[in-house]
């Protein structure tokens, strides 16, 4: 029973490429929730998305930074013109949306972004 | 709004040692959880424990053991003959029924050996 993958664990990006993270959620999980950690700071959440909708993201930069999480295949953050403040390590964390389970998130391994 | 807040930057402890972790937390929501996730070195996020607001029971795991303490809006962790594996930064995080994390800034553990 695999878990949340993240996909690549790292990434190398130059000031101005575009960067594209994804997240395969745990099997049976309907729900994708994307967090930043910056370096040496807590995570912060980003967006909050089920499957090709949009539910908050109201922690996403307003330029820049895009999510989608398409009917099939995994859910992509993707970064635009990447600057160096955008080096951090992005988590996708995913949810069966079970209210009755409350809000049980599971964290993948998350992909650490460098920017030269 | 909710808030996370970890008083504690950065703890040392000599191993064998006892240490609590803080966590105090805010919310208006009257169904909330809390969770507690330790991320070592290498970067991973590891669950810890959840615990929903309407359950106050301290639990119990092996060297670990959770404080809930509703009336101060409180959720600390205990570390009982901490190990210096136990070496990490551990995050408190809060959740409302159905939504995003609130995680706070995050307490560095130092075991010495």
């Known amino acids: 029973n695999a878990g949340v993958m993240q996909n690549p664990r790292h990434l190398v990006r130059r000031r101005g490429q575009e960067a594209r993270l994804r997240c395969s959620p745990m099997k049976g999980h309907s729900h994708v929730y994307w967090y930043r950690q910056l370096p040496e700071e807590g995570l912060k959440f980003m967006v909050y998305?089920?499957?090709?909708?949009?539910?908050?993201e109201s922690g996403m930069p307003k330029e820049r930074f895009s999510a989608e999480f398409p009917k099939e295949g995994p859910s992509i953050l993707r970064i635009q013109q990447v600057v160096r403040g955008d080096s951090a390590a992005y988590f996708c964390?995913?949810?069966?949306?079970?209210?009755?389970?409350?809000?049980?998130?599971?964290f993948g391994p998350g992909t650490r972004l460098t920017v030269l | 709004a909710q808030k996370v807040t970890q008083a504690q930057t950065e703890i040392s402890v000599v191993e064998k040692e006892d240490v609590t972790l803080d966590c105090v937390y805010e919310?208006?929501?009257?169904?909330?959880?809390l969770f507690w996730y330790k991320q070592p070195p290498s970067g991973e996020l590891v669950f810890l424990i959840r615990r929903n607001s309407f359950d106050e029971q301290n639990e119990i795991s092996g060297r670990y053991s959770w404080n809930f303490q509703k009336s101060t809006s409180s959720f600390n962790f205990t570390i009982t003959a901490s190990q210096v594996v136990d070496s990490a930064v551990y995050f408190c995080?809060?959740?409302?029924?159905?939504?995003?994390?609130?995680f706070g800034p995050g307490t560095r553990l130092s075991v010495l050996p």
């Open positions: 964390a995913s949810s069966r949306g079970d209210q009755a389970r409350g809000n049980e998130q599971f």
């Open positions: 995080a809060l959740s409302g029924y159905g939504q995003n994390f609130v």
């Open positions: 919310t208006r929501d009257t169904t909330y959880y």
């Open positions: 998305l089920q499957k090709e909708n949009i539910i908050d």
